[in-house]
């Protein structure tokens, strides 16, 4: 059911399903809630599943000023404490994984476990990244004036918000990185555009951190092989850790 909340001002659009335990997941960037559709959104036979739309995303309006990955953070802190007011599964994909593990970071009581698909620790992970006036795919533009409270022209505005972010910020290191306490799900595809080296880092960093590469995919993998990383996210989920046989990482 479609609901609205304001959080830090903004009036929040966001959609729940399911029961069960709260999981909440955050789309891409320049996308909104209906990129789970088909995939992630399947999970909400096992768990509550929460669907907010960031500001300048979806049906939520975009507000005057800048639209960071801190601020989006900060946002979705505002959304748990006030729809949820309790720990909860947190998934993102692509942009929307940067802000859970922001999110995470900052608020790790919220944080039961953090499932982190093709997203970056640091801007430098994006093999390419937008740049203001750039080309916005058709797809993208089309989804955005299904649904958006502004005129389809004003995509160019949020994309230039977000490219601007992008170049000015600096999101998490290595010592931030190994103060996640949550357990993580590093997912990506094997021709994503984060490197896959940057995937690495990003794994080897969170202490707590498993690895999942999804073969014959790309940064579209949730749409590629919906099944797939619906199974493997929810087998992550849904289950505590197994002990391994012939541990090496987590030999210690």
Known sequence: MPNTVTV????????????????????????????????????????RVHLPERRGHGHTPDVGGPISHDLMAEDMIAFIDTVIGAPVHLAGYSDGAVVALLLAHRRPDL????????????????????????????????AYAEVAPHPPEHLQVVAGKLAESASQETLLGTAELAGI????????????????????????GIPAA????????????L??????????????????????????RRAS
Not at 183 to 202: G, M, N, P, W
């Open 223 to 248: 749409e590629e092989k919906p099944l797939l990383c619906r199974e493997i996210v929810g087998e992550f989920l849904r289950n505590d850790a197994v002990s391994t046989w012939i541990p090496i």
């Open 8 to 47: 830090n001002g903004v009036p929040t659009w966001y959609e729940v399903r399911g029961d069960g335990e709260p999981l909440v997941l955050l789309h891409g960037g320049m996308t909104d809630a209906r990129c789970f559709a088909g995939n992630l959104d399947g999970l909400a036979e096992h768990f």
């Open 111 to 142: 944080v039961r476990k953090l499932v982190l698909v093709s997203g970056v620790h640091e801007h430098t992970g994006w093999l390419f990244t937008p740049e203001p006036g750039g080309e916005i795919p058709e797809v993208i533009t089309r």
């Open 210 to 221: 498993e690895l999942a590469v999804v073969p014959g995919t790309s940064h579209a993998l």
């Open 181 to 204: 306490s949550a357990r993580t799900l590093v997912v990506a595809a094997d021709d994503d555009i984060i490197s896959l080296e940057h995937t690495l880092a990003l794994y080897r």
